[in-house]
């Protein structure tokens, strides 16, 4: 492909990478003054069944909005007739109907070793509604419109938010309330679904029965359920497992916080994916999308790990004391969390579905080294060994994308400010006032560097002689 186009294709995917990061990181704000609320509103135990239940419909969601979304989008990206997009969306409509069916009983069956009747309710009429609402995300996600999709994702959050806060101030619900507020905050999603013809015959039975779709979207989920495992086995475990429940519920409120490389790699694989699908340079946007999402997530981590101790008390209460200790494990195992799954998504957008066998072993390394942590050290231990395993499983994953699409994929990875930046940011964490104002610095930096334009950004390395063996 022409230098021209590829570039068109670049600066295209990153301004849809902007808009859908403005949405995200403004959900994520405001799902951490949710959760940071609900430490206040509900007692340890009953955030700690939250905090579990919220893992559970993260986990189930990371699979609903990459796998019929992304199969929708690829197929309304390489369409070349209305019939044909039409079908895809009418396929969209009942598998994700289907799965949020099968979705949501899992999540009720899981939720019930840990919660009420009521609340394992809540969270799978949560699940199915969520589920029901990725049609739209991949009819505007396929016709790239991020801004629309950014908008309609902050709408949905505002929602569920505010939801959440009266059912629980209000009707007084507890957990059931704020984790039944994520199905109202689906329906947003629901007014814009899209809306197909009627067509001669049976048009549905004949969506349902391509093959080649259901193909796809197996891949895909079988693919992201072992990403979203990254991020929900752990808030899950500690509710499981015997130990103080103050100590648990720490450790879930400081995964929370260190979610957001999440969003992030949400942010760049949404945008990104209608150009990786094209096949067009793939490993030259996927170079692009890596450099996006260092930018931001890795000074993000930083920050999170760095936290001065005598700040926290500000924003928890008394019983989350350990969350001090906690986030400098935490925000590693988020910043390999959102890495892996962009990572992902790569593979996804060629319709490669090896990457599933490789995401397995790391899952099975990460899940290891949870148990073996909690043994040594309790939940503390749980938090380093997950660290632990989750880095590992980032750089396993790195070394599969590196074999496929060459070193030069990695080679806009800026690590030099990262780490002038985390030097600077361990020396100020006795002063807390100086490292709020070097924090704030930090942040700025990184945004300005995710909304440049990619034109400006300094050539690759000499060691990436290569970005593409395709």
């Known amino acids: 492909m022409p230098d021209a186009t590829v ?122 509604f969520l589920f029901l609402g990725t049609t739209t995300t991949g009819w505007l996600q396929g016709q790239e419109r991020m801004r629309s999709l950014s908008v309609l994702s902050v709408t949905e959050n505002v929602l569920k938010n505010g939801a959440g806060v009266l059912l629980v101030v209000v009707a007084k619900l507890g957990d059931a309330g704020a984790l039944g507020a994520f199905g109202i905050g689906a329906l947003a999603m629901l007014v814009r679904w899209p809306r197909t013809p009627k067509g001669a015959g049976r048009p549905w039975l004949a969506a349902l029965a391509n093959r080649d779709l259901w193909r796809r979207a197996a891949g895909i989920a079988g693919a992201q359920g072992v990403v979203s495992l990254f991020v929900a086995v752990d808030v899950v475990l500690v509710a499981l497992l015997p130990g103080n429940r103050a100590l648990a519920a720490s450790y879930q409120a400081s995964a929370t916080l260190s979610r957001v490389p999440l969003y992030v790699a949400g942010a760049v694989g949404t945008a990104f994916y209608p150009s990786l699908t094209r096949r067009a340079s793939g490993g030259v946007i996927a170079a692009r999308a890596l450099r996006m999402y260092a930018a931001v997530a890795l000074p993000l981590a930083v920050t999170m790990a760095t936290i001065p101790p005598r700040i926290l008390p500000a924003v928890f209460p008394t019983q989350y004391g350990a969350v001090a200790v906690l986030l400098k494990y935490t925000a590693v195992t988020g910043l390999a969390a959102g890495g892996i799954s962009l990572i992902t998504a790569f593979f996804q957008a060629a319709d490669d579905y090896s990457c599933t066998r490789w995401l397995g072993v790391g899952l099975a390394g990460y899940v290891g080294a949870l148990l073996a942590g909690w043994r040594v050290h309790g939940i503390i231990g749980l938090a380093a060994g997950g660290a632990l395993g989750a880095a590992a499983a980032l750089a396993l994953m790195s070394y599969r994308l590196v074999r496929q699409q060459g070193r030069g994929v990695l080679a806009l990875i800026g690590l030099v400010e990262p780490a002038a930046a985390a030097a600077l940011l361990i020396a100020l964490r006795p002063y807390p006032f100086p490292w709020m104002a070097a924090a704030f610095l930090v942040g700025l930096r990184a945004a300005v560097r995710f909304v440049r334009p990619v034109a400006r950004h300094a050539r690759a390395p000499r060691w990436a002689i290569r970005v593409s063996r395709g």
């Open 7 to 128: 570039r068109s294709e670049e600066s295209s995917a990153a301004r849809g990478a902007r808009w859908i990061a403005v949405g995200m990181v403004t959900v994520g704000l405001s799902n951490y003054g949710y959760a940071l609320m609900l430490t206040h509103l509900l007692n340890v135990t009953a955030y700690s069944r939250f905090a579990a239940g919220q893992g559970l419909i993260l986990w189930a969601t990371n699979v609903a909005t990459v796998s019929v979304p992304w199969v929708l989008a690829q197929a309304l990206v390489r369409s070349r007739s209305d019939d044909n997009r039409t079908s895809a969306i009418r396929f969209a409509k009942l598998a994700s109907a289907g799965s949020g069916l099968v979705a949501a009983a899992a999540v009720g069956a899981i939720a019930t070793r840990f919660a009420s009747s009521a609340t394992a309710l809540a969270l799978a009429l949560s699940t199915f």
